[in-house]
T-cell receptor, first 112, second 116 residues
């Protein structure tokens, strides 16, 4: 069946280090993949997206990599800051309705 | 604040009671989504509106659940005869179909439902 999932439930990094959050997906027909950040008590917030025909996309301090061969998606955060502490979700977009299919969350904890 | 708003933020109800949640999307957004999120999980799609038309419903949306968007603006989600398994965060999101990134959904803060 279709699924989007994450390899690890938690990730702890030192402030200033780079963070890498990984995600595996099984639906090859997805149109886009998106990373969302969710802080406590808030709804998910869009971080960055990548179209299914791309391999890499860069934003401000974030980079998303898509490896279609192994159906793997990753989010790289440069110079991780305390404000980056949150739960991160990968999600896929498919279909005209653009509904999202989310994986399980991974908690990023930034040590001062 | 011009983001998506949801009311109430928290709702505690007894099993068997009916509850209704409201979502006010970003004003120009014509697409509105409802999701349900349980602890440690990603949100799960429930239903989708384009303007006032409900175009898709998940199998998760049992007969006890009903959603409306009567004038294509705000939406309500009603759960009848609540069960303990309905306890979750209910999230609303909106997007603009003709936007630069039509699938970019803006989420509200959610309504946390606890059924006792």
């Amino acid at each position: 069946g279709e699924s989007v999932g994450l390899h690890l439930p938690t990730l702890s990094v030192q402030e200033g280090d780079n963070s890498i959050i990984n995600c595996a997906y099984s639906n090859s027909a997805s149109d886009y993949f998106i990373w969302y950040k969710q802080e406590s008590g808030k709804g998910p917030q869009f971080i960055i997206d990548i179209r299914s025909n791309m391999d890499k996309r860069q934003g401000q301090r974030v980079t998303v990599l898509l490896n279609k061969t192994v159906k793997h998606l990753s989010l790289q955060i440069a110079a991780t800051q305390p404000g980056d502490s949150a739960v991160y979700f990968c999600a896929e977009v498919k279909g005209a309705n653009s509904k999202l299919t989310f994986g399980k969350g991974i908690t990023l904890s930034v040590r001062p | 604040d011009t983001g998506v708003s949801q009311n109430p933020r928290h709702k505690i109800t007894k099993r068997g009671q009916n509850v209704t949640f409201r979502c006010d999307p970003i004003s120009e957004h014509n697409r509105l989504y409802w999701y349900r999120q349980t602890l440690g999980q990603g949100p799960e799609f429930l239903t989708y509106f384009q303007n006032e038309a409900q175009l898709e419903k998940s199998r998760l949306l049992s007969d006890r659940f009903s959603a409306e968007r009567p004038k294509g603006s705000f939406s309500t989600l009603e759960i009848q005869r609540t069960e303990q398994g309905d306890s979750a965060m209910y999230l609303c999101a909106s997007s603009l179909r003709s936007g630069v990134v039509p699938y970019e959904q803006y989420f509200g803060p959610g309504t946390r439902l606890t059924v006792t």
